[in-house]
T-cell receptor, first 112, second 115 residues
Framework: AQTVTQSQPEMSVQEAETVTLSCTYDTSESDYYLFWYKQPPSRQMILVIRQEAYKQQNATENRFSVNFQKAAKSFSLKISDSQLGDAAMYFCAYGYDNDMRFGAGTRLTVKP | DAGVTQSPTHLIKTRGQQVTLRCSPI?????VSWYQQVLGQGPQFIFQ???????GRGNFPDRFSARQFPNYSSELNVNALLLGDSALYLCASSAVGHSLDNEQFFGPGTRLTVL
């Protein structure tokens, strides 16, 4: 079964600094997708970044980038120049066909 | 444009009762998925519907059922409620095909409390 593991329940970062959130997953598939979703205290989940497993190039979206290591089944999220608005729960997720698995989440605190 | 909407926002039920949650996808989106998010955990996939047909089902008992209407809105039904069904129920819609590997747009959720 596909599982997603986020080993950091909580992380903290100083404003303007860089933080990396970790995620590992387990799958027997070769062509799948990985996601980082952000869930602010208002609850509405939004997509931060998406990575296609068959693409070797790491995805980037402005201050957000990933380090995708397919062989190691690792998918970490780097947030550069952290802002107060980045404070939220971050969920790593795996998607394949008609199945979607989320990790337990990492709560990110941003200190001013 | 309106995002994904869900109703009601909050709901309190007692054990053994039945509940219906509703979801309206973003206009033009034909895929709707449902997730259960227990407090302190990540969302768990319950169902996916595309073009009014069930395309995916997570590991949930038969007490959980869903359907999608011709206008692509969806309902999630839970029968014989248990205390463990207390959770935030999230609905998400997607614009592209029936696969869940595309970007999903989430609604604000329905908070269900079972007493």
């Amino acid at each position: 079964a596909q599982t997603v593991t986020q080993s950091q329940p909580e992380m903290s970062v100083q404003e303007a600094e860089t933080v990396t959130l970790s995620c590992t997953y387990d799958t027997s598939e070769s062509d799948y997708y990985l996601f980082w979703y952000k869930q602010p205290p208002s609850r509405q989940m939004i997509l931060v970044i998406r990575q296609e497993a068959y693409k070797q190039q790491n995805a980037t979206e402005n201050r957000f980038s990933v380090n995708f290591q397919k062989a190691a089944k690792s998918f970490s999220l780097k947030i550069s120049d952290s802002q107060l608005g980045d404070a939220a729960m971050y969920f790593c997720a795996y998607g394949y066909d008609n199945d979607m698995r989320f990790g337990a989440g990492t709560r990110l605190t941003v200190k001013p | 444009d309106a995002g994904v909407t869900q109703s009601p926002t909050h709901l309190i039920k007692t054990r053994g009762q039945q509940v219906t949650l509703r979801c309206s996808p973003i206009s033009g989106h034909k895929s709707v998925s449902w997730y259960q998010q227990v407090l302190g955990q990540g969302p768990q996939f319950i169902f996916q519907y595309y073009e009014k047909e069930e395309r995916g089902r997570g590991n949930f008992p038969d007490r959980f059922s869903a359907r999608q209407f011709p206008n692509y809105s969806s309902e999630l039904n839970v029968n014989a409620l248990l205390l463990g069904d207390s959770a935030l129920y999230l609905c998400a819609s997607s614009a592209v095909g029936h696969s869940l590997d595309n970007e999903q747009f989430f609604g604000p959720g329905t908070r269900l409390t079972v007493l």
